[in-house]
């Protein structure tokens, strides 16, 4: 199988490469092709390893060139398309850096893909499509789309699009929502390294507003394990919600990490102008993936937490919070 996966050297594209590079098991019987501009939030140390096997290539170009996929899109059979700008902060300070990358990239890849005949196509959008949860609503992949942030509106968007290409084109595609991932390599400015770098100076946490808004954390090993599935397993043309039951509120969250610093947790945070809009929260219910697959979540923050730690203070912070705005 020949995979092509977009934005393979960020955080979970790397991940994903390291799970498909490694997933039948013979380097004759597959191959990666890893595809990424190269932004901020890509990292050459994310796909270092994955390099060195014989069955994974390198692709430095941009998805919005079209002109670039005449160069290793033949003979593609699974596309994995990762490639965003994800950071709802910085959306809020350049939304069209994020429709270029969000809503026309996808438009170019979907168009090369239909071209070139790609036989399967995994697309990731967001749980927060959907808008937060106002009166308890737990969203199914039915429910209607609702962004109330630059980053998830693109997003949306290119729902929009990629429904338009498995309408009008017929294209195999499958939709993801999964719910806010976490592992390592993730890029420091999301919430959890932001926690352990800060701890790790002796620095307060940042945190927005008063930390209340909640969020289910989903591991990248359960989600590469999802995806997985969804290849072998799941129906074309339909959207998967990939959510845990496992929600934790941003103060829980810095609090849970002050513990493991043996930090006083009331010291260890300071309170900082809230999100222009901050969701209160995106519960989604995942059962069509449970019974079109079997896949169900086997890893929880609080038991990957200390992990997490020692992966990420032995790193150096490459960004202050907030360097985006400034």
Same mark, same amino acid.
């Given at each position: 199988?020949?995979?092509l996966?977009t934005?393979g050297?960020?955080f ?8 498909f ?10 191959e ?9 939030a ?5 796909i270092s ?8 290539r ?9 002109a ?8 593609v ?5 990762t ?5 709802v902060?910085?959306?809020?300070y350049d ?11 996808t #438009?170019?890849l979907?168009?090369?893909?239909k071209?070139?005949?790609? #036989?399967k ?6 749980d927060?499509?959907y ?5 308890g ?7 209607g789309?609702?962004?109330?942030n ?7 968007a ?8 498995i309408?009008?084109?017929k ?8 719910n806010n991932?976490?592992?390592i390599? #993730? ?7 932001t926690?352990?770098?800060?701890l790790q100076?002796?620095l307060?946490?940042p945190?927005?507003?008063?930390g ?5 954390y ?6 590469? #394990?999802a995806?997985g599935l ?11 919600n990939?959510?845990?039951d496992?929600?934790?509120r941003?103060?829980?969250?810095a609090?849970m990490?002050?513990r ?5 947790c ?6 900082i102008r809230?999100?222009?809009?901050n ?5 989604v ?11 169900t979540p086997?890893h ?10 020692d ?9 202050a919070?907030?360097?985006?705005e400034?």
């Amino acid at each position: 199988m020949r995979v092509l996966i977009t934005g393979g050297a960020g955080f979970i594209g790397s991940h994903l490469v390291d799970f498909f590079s490694n997933r039948w098991g013979s380097y004759e019987d597959n191959e990666i092709i890893i595809l990424d501009n190269m932004g901020y939030a890509s990292s050459y140390e994310n796909i270092s390893e994955a390099l060195e096997k014989p069955n994974v290539r390198f692709v430095l170009a941009d998805i919005c060139n079209y002109a670039i996929y005449d160069k290793f899109m033949e003979g593609v059979d699974l596309v994995i398309h990762t490639a965003a700008e994800s950071h709802v902060d910085n959306s809020f300070y350049d939304p069209t850096r994020f429709v270029k990358s969000n809503i026309e990239g996808t #438009q170019v890849l979907l168009h090369a893909c239909k071209e070139y005949k790609v #036989q399967k196509i995994i697309h990731f959008s967001t749980d927060e499509v959907y808008g937060g949860s106002t009166d308890g609503t737990i969203f199914s992949e039915k429910d209607g789309l609702n962004p109330t942030n630059p980053y998830s509106a693109s997003k949306a968007a290119a729902e929009m699009l990629v429904n338009s290409y498995i309408k009008s084109f017929k294209l195999p595609i499958i939709i993801v929502r999964p719910n806010n991932v976490y592992g390592i390599s #993730q890029h420091c400015e999301k919430l959890i390294p932001t926690c352990c770098y800060h701890l790790q100076k002796e620095l307060p946490i940042p945190i927005h507003g008063y930390g209340l808004a909640e969020r289910d954390y989903l591991s990248v090993k359960d989600l590469c #394990q999802a995806i997985g599935l969804l290849v072998d397993k799941g129906r074309e043309g339909e959207v998967y919600n990939i959510g845990i039951d496992d929600s934790y509120r941003v103060i829980d969250v810095a609090h849970m990490f002050s513990r493991i610093a043996d930090v006083n947790c009331n010291d260890a945070v300071s309170y900082i102008r809230d999100r222009l809009h901050n969701d209160a929260k995106y519960p989604v219910w995942s059962e069509k993936i449970y019974y079109d697959t079997g896949w169900t979540p086997k890893h929880k923050l609080s038991e990957d937490a200390i992990e997490l730690w020692d992966w990420f203070t032995a790193k150096e912070l490459p960004f202050a919070h907030g360097w985006f705005e400034k």
